[in-house]
């Protein structure tokens, strides 16, 4: 029988969770991936390749393409003929049937998929199952409809495409940042090159597969692997006409600057440094899961995480407390074992980034807690972390972490919380949790975020935009106003 000891049900190892690993045979991988130029997989110039790796068990995943400046050259040329010969003269209406075709496909082939992300990114495969497929296959469908509806998006506008669109993506959500970028491109006419990050490219070769699967005319859409190197050649692409980007703050700044003076349009999705505030009269239950869900969601390697807690300092012992019990039954380990919570930190180099912010921390004289939790000896893994005594001059608190890594700060008034949680150089996102209406009105008209939950946090959905404020960067995607990048209104 269940015994309760320092505020702890204690069931006793028996009744902790049997293995519930997810099936991977079904999944097909090949020994080595090319690029996706002009309908055709080829090899990279000079046949340079690079690995990617599991990140839960270190083994070895696939070989990947490293795209050169050349190969982009190819890529681009691609796209600008599909551009002006098949894709921006097709009918709306035909166009929207390829984009819904690939949704389609997407969701045939969802299982596969969300394998495929567990292993190459390390993100639990609950996650990739029940959020990153759905909603990737989702975008498709919602932007599907626009197609052909557009002048009632831009009413009295005569409405143009862009051209070629260069869409450069992070690690955190592959399949899904894919999806956000070739989506609204493809709705209004454009064509595109697509450059995954380096350690998460087999979800794009797959997309690329089964994009070639749907039978999309050859050109429209093309995938370059690499490094950072094969995003500038994009960038840098003088036949590129607009630049959609999703990374970090840093390299947000340097392609601003590389594209200064030319005619490229841009948007720049960019790090966050999320507030999410908890007032007293919150439902104190169900702000400690979406504090959980806010920071720990994909091992906090969210731009819109809520990595700043923000607790009423009359019911900070009992927010606290009640986090803490919930951080202790968190389940870390293996992405596909359909029981975790918290998968593996998706490479070496930001395990060593999470590190040394660890260390900055304590250094900087916060209290650190980690719950006790074996981790597996193979791969990249960080425990759930929380720093209490953290003021807002640290810098746990004021630069971007990526990482399960929660600071906590409390707060007396309203105004007060306002001031602290604007006082970042970031606005992508924010919580705030309370039982009045008013507050909630009075906090998301003053939190500079670009988007802001209520009593919930981490909701995604097509329909609704998502951008930043700030250094988290410009444009929106997602929506009605995710169409204005990828279009010229005269
Ligand atoms: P990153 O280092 O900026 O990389 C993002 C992408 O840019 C990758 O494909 C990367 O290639 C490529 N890249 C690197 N250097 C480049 C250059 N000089 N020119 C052109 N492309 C270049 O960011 P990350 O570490 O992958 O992702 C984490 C960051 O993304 C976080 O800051 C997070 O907040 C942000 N993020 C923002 C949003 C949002 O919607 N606002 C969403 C998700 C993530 P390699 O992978 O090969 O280096
Ligand atoms: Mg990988």
């Given at each position: 029988m269940a015994q309760k000891t320092e505020n702890k049900l204690d069931f006793g190892s028996k009744w902790e969770?049997?293995?519930?690993?997810?099936?991977?045979?079904?999944?097909?991988?090949?020994d080595e991936y090319g690029l996706y130029i002009n309908g055709k997989f080829v090899k990279a110039e000079g046949g340079k390749k690079?690995?990617?790796?599991?990140?839960?068990?270190?083994?070895?995943?696939?070989?990947?393409?490293?795209?050169?400046?050349?190969?982009?050259?190819?890529?681009?040329?691609?796209?600008?003929?599909?551009?002006?010969?098949?894709?921006?003269?097709?009918?709306?209406?035909?166009?929207?049937?390829?984009?819904?075709?690939?949704?389609?496909?997407?969701?045939?082939?969802?299982?596969?998929?969300?394998?495929?992300?567990s292993m190459d990114g390390g993100k639990p495969i609950r996650e990739s199952r029940d959020i990153d497929i759905p909603l990737a296959a989702n975008h498709f469908f919602y932007y599907a409809g626009w197609a052909d509806k557009l002048e009632y998006a831009f009413p009295g506008k005569k409405i143009e495409p862009v051209g070629v669109a260069g869409q450069i993506i992070p690690w955190n959500f592959p399949?899904?940042?894919?999806?956000?970028?070739?989506?609204?491109?493809?709705?209004?006419?454009?064509t595109v090159v697509l450059k995954p990050a380096e350690t998460t490219p087999l979800t794009a070769m797959k997309l690329a597969e089964l994009i070639h699967d749907s039978g999309l005319p050859a050109g429209v859409v093309n995938v370059v692997t690499g490094a950072g190197a094969t995003g500038a050649a994009i960038v840098n692409h003088p036949d590129v006409d607009k630049i959609a980007f999703?990374?970090?703050?840093?390299?947000?700044?340097?392609?601003?600057?590389?594209?200064?003076?030319?005619?490229?349009?841009?948007?720049?999705?960019?790090?966050?440094?999320?507030?999410?505030?908890?007032?007293?009269?919150?439902?104190?239950?169900?702000?400690?899961?979406?504090?959980?869900?806010?920071?720990f969601f994909n091992q906090g390697h969210v731009c819109c995480a809520g990595s700043r807690l923000f607790v009423q300092e009359n019911v900070k012992d009992e927010v606290l407390r009640k986090l803490i019990d919930r951080m202790g039954s968190l389940i870390v380990g293996d992405p596909l074992d359909k029981n975790t919570d918290?998968?593996?930190?998706?490479?070496?180099?930001?395990l060593n980034t999470i590190n040394k912010y660890l260390k900055i921390g304590q250094e900087?004289?916060?209290?650190?807690?980690?719950?006790?939790?074996?981790?597996?000896?193979?791969?990249?893994?960080?425990?759930?972390?929380?720093?209490?005594?953290?003021?807002?001059?640290?810098?746990?608190?004021?630069?971007?972490?990526?990482?399960?890594?929660?600071?906590?700060?409390?707060?007396?008034?309203?105004?007060e919380v306002i001031d602290k949680a604007n006082n970042t150089p970031f606005g992508l996102s924010a919580g705030v949790w309370t039982d009045k209406g008013s507050k909630i009105f009075n906090l998301t008209t003053k939190l500079r975020a670009g988007v802001v939950w209520a009593n919930t946090y981490n909701k995604f959905d097509p329909t609704s935009p998502f951008g930043g404020y700030k250094e988290s960067g410009f444009g929106r995607e997602g929506g009605l106003h995710g169409l204005l990048p990828y279009v010229n209104l005269v």
């Open positions: 969770y049997a293995a519930a690993p997810e099936s991977a045979d079904h999944a097909s991988i090949m690079f690995a990617s790796i599991n990140p839960s068990n270190d083994q070895h995943i696939a070989y990947f393409a490293e795209a050169s400046d050349n190969d982009v050259d190819k890529a681009v040329k691609a796209a600008r003929k599909a551009y002006k010969e098949v894709w921006s003269v097709m009918p709306a209406k035909e166009r929207a049937k390829y984009i819904f075709r690939i949704a389609r496909l997407i969701q045939e082939r969802a299982r596969e998929f969300a394998v495929l992300e399949l899904l940042m894919a999806a956000w970028k070739l989506a609204p491109a493809l709705a209004c006419g454009n999703t990374g970090s703050t840093g390299v947000g700044k340097i392609i601003q600057k590389a594209i200064a003076g030319t005619h490229k349009k841009a948007t720049l999705e960019l790090g966050g440094k999320a507030a999410n505030i908890i007032f007293d009269d919150a439902p104190i239950d169900q702000a400690v899961e979406g504090i959980i869900n806010g920071i918290v998968g593996a930190i998706n490479s070496k180099e930001q900087e004289g916060a209290e650190i807690y980690q719950p006790k939790c074996s981790l597996p000896n193979k791969g990249n893994w960080c425990p759930p972390t929380l720093f209490c005594e953290t003021s807002q001059s640290h810098r746990i608190v004021q630069e971007e972490i990526f990482g399960p890594v929660l600071t906590v700060q409390t707060f007396r008034t309203v105004d």
